[in-house]
């Protein structure tokens, strides 16, 4: 049987090679788990109660774009947070932000540019969905380093003329997983006037926007509507799997320009899987309310206190400006996170597992990725044990 080629230069997802590289050593302490990225922190209240009053909606297909009181909740929020005007006509309710990043692309890059193969552009290291989708529509992915040089976000400014002009799609995630970098209005500006001048879209992943440390990140339709920047360069996309601690409610929007958003939604019409109808109830009183958002950052401000205390003084470490992640320096991350496993039984991700070869290089090899959503306790507990395993 022949199978696709397509995706045969993808390299194993990240969590399996996790799985290979520590599951047959025993560990060498009590086992904390440090290297995903799924929030602990309490749910709001009303989670339960929104279902229980919409039960009944299980027994009905779901609004397939997102129910209008779901929609008029995100453009709400989107006009308090923002301060932007993005009507309910231009969002869509998602299934999981991870299937509006690939599905954007598969609705919106087109099977050539001037003739020639596209290029979607992907910061290094990324979100490994951006690959996919750019496997998947047949673009040529090419990844630009975000590393301490470029205060870990890319500089695709830097990319040939002859690149950019053939870019269909630039992705960002800002704050970035895995480094934690914020995207200043000016970057962004910048960013949108490069789309502008070389006709390609940005798809700002906006997921970790509402946990930060100092002031709230801005956004990439915020920018773009205070510099005058065309509408269909911008597709964002958010999530309430972070904001909200709902990481299994899989509820997050994406909203675009008025034409982009009418090519998403015939594809969502085809291959969508829409969100369950008590679930986009809950996800209507989670965007409405910010109270629980509040709480969240709170806690995660006293985690960043403890990171920064328990690493003073470690040679390149940074405090991330914002989500959830610290991107830690070593001198290799698989033996780094090796080493861990088996001294301490706390399990984090090599960074080499988020990033691509380039040129020889890998711009995760020299990091671990350690996500700072347990408890406070065992936080403190897993980064001092990880100080003194890794830098004592």
């Known amino acids: 049987m022949d199978f696709p080629e397509r995706f045969s230069n993808l390299p194993e997802y990240a969590f399996p090679r996790l799985r290979a590289l520590l599951d047959s050593h025993e560990p060498g302490g009590d086992v904390l788990a440090m290297s995903i990225g799924e929030p602990r922190h309490p749910m ?103 590393g301490v040089e470029t205060g870990f976000l890319p500089n695709y400014s ?37 789309a502008e001048k070389h006709d390609f879209m940005v798809f700002a992943d906006e997921c970790y926007s509402e946990i930060w440390r100092e002031a709230p990140p801005p956004g990439a339709a915020q920018v773009a509507a205070e510099e005058g920047i065309d509408p269909e360069r911008v597709v964002i996309f958010h999530s309430l799997s972070k904001r909200s601690n709902l990481p299994g409610l899989r509820s997050g929007f994406l909203a675009a320009g008025p034409q982009s958003i009418k090519h998403i939604r015939r594809l969502r019409a085809y291959a969508g899987s829409p969100l369950p109808q008590p679930l986009q109830r809950v996800a209507e009183r989670a965007w409405a309310d910010e109270a629980h958002v509040t709480e969240n950052r709170r806690l995660y401000a006293e985690k960043y206190e403890i990171a920064g205390q328990i690493f003073d003084g470690v040679d390149g470490f940074q405090l991330p400006q914002g989500g959830f992640f610290l991107w830690l320096p070593v001198e290799d991350g698989e033996a780094a996170a090796l080493k861990l496993w088996k001294e301490t039984g706390i399990r984090v991700l090599p960074g080499a597992y988020l990033a691509r070869e380039v040129n020889g290089e890998n711009p995760g090899q020299k990091y671990i990725r350690v996500a700072l959503v347990a408890p406070k306790a065992e936080t403190q507990r897993g980064l001092t044990q990880l100080r003194d395993c890794l830098y004592g």
């Not at 996919?132 to 529509?137: E, G, I, K, Y």
């Not at 630039?170 to 949108?192: F, H, I």
């Open 158 to 194: 830097a990319l040939p003329a002859e690149v950019l002009d053939r870019v269909t799609v630039a992705y960002l995630c800002s704050p970035s997983n895995p480094q934690g970098a914020v995207a200043s209005r000016e970057y962004l500006a910048d960013l949108l006037h490069l």
């Open 44 to 146: 709001p209240e009303f989670v339960g109660d929104v279902i229980a009053q919409s039960l009944r909606e299980f027994g009905k297909y779901p609004a397939n774009d997102g129910t209008p009181e779901l929609l008029d909740a995100i453009s709400g929020w989107l006009k308090r947070r923002y301060s932007v005007e993005i009507g309910p006509e231009r969002i869509m309710a998602l299934n999981g932000t991870r299937e509006g990043l690939y599905n954007a692309a598969m609705a919106l890059s087109p099977e050539q540019k001037r003739g020639k193969t596209p290029v979607i552009a992907i910061p290094n290291p990324f979100y490994q969905v951006y690959a996919v989708a750019a496997a998947a529509v047949g673009a040529e992915p090419v990844f630009v380093p975000a």
